[in-house]
């Protein structure tokens, strides 16, 4: 039987171009070669189809064919790595470290991150105390960065692609100021992601979708 939608079986993503969580969901779709159809959301206004299957109402949200919703993006990146990961970040060696270092981000570093952009809204410290707290995890990636190209070695692992849009989250509070840390290997690290074709391309710009809009297949 023919289908009326010829990409009704593609994975359907809630996205938001600028959420670091998406991005790592975008990231590990790239990297994976699952293409998927991609619904682009605004925060204020999100679609109800998305709240129907993810009440929570955080981005990202994937929904497979047969109906599984993954509504946290660790799994997202993890799921589409498992269909395929043709360029091995899923390397069962370095999995446990990198799965360590994603929680560290998520459960430490984003605390001190959003404290430090939005200093204004929380007065217990300033900006650069806040700061400080956050550079307590780059002085860990420094070092891991001083002995490798990549987090975890000398190829892109899930590490680097679960953590730098959260780095680069951070250096964009004050990228002068990011700039004249003393992390050098952290700051050319986060330059050639900057510069990667693949996040290029996960940053492409897309108009929030709309009911009755065509399908936006993403890549
Ligand atoms: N634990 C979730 C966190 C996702 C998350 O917090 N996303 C933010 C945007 S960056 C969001 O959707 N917030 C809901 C809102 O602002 O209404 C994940 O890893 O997917």
Known sequence: MT???P???LPLLYS???CPYAMRARLGLLFAEVPVILREIVLKNKPAPMLAISPKGTVPVLQLSEGRVIEESREIMEWALAQQD???????ETLPQAQALIDKNDNEFKHWLDRYKYADRHVEMTQTEYRQQGEVFLQ??????SQNAYLLGDKPSLADIGIMPFVRQFAHVDRKVFYALPYPNLQQWLQHWLEHTVFLQ???KFT???E???LVVFP
Not at 86 to 92: V, Y
């Open 212 to 214: 009755g809009d065509d």
């Open 208 to 210: 929030p979708w709309q």
């Open 3 to 5: 289908s009326i939608l």
């Open 86 to 92: 043709p360029q091995g970040l899923l390397e069962s």
């Open 16 to 18: 938001f171009r600028r």
């Open 7 to 9: 990409f009704a079986s």
């Open 202 to 204: 996960a940053m492409t």
């Open 140 to 145: 860990v990636l420094e070092e891991l960065l």
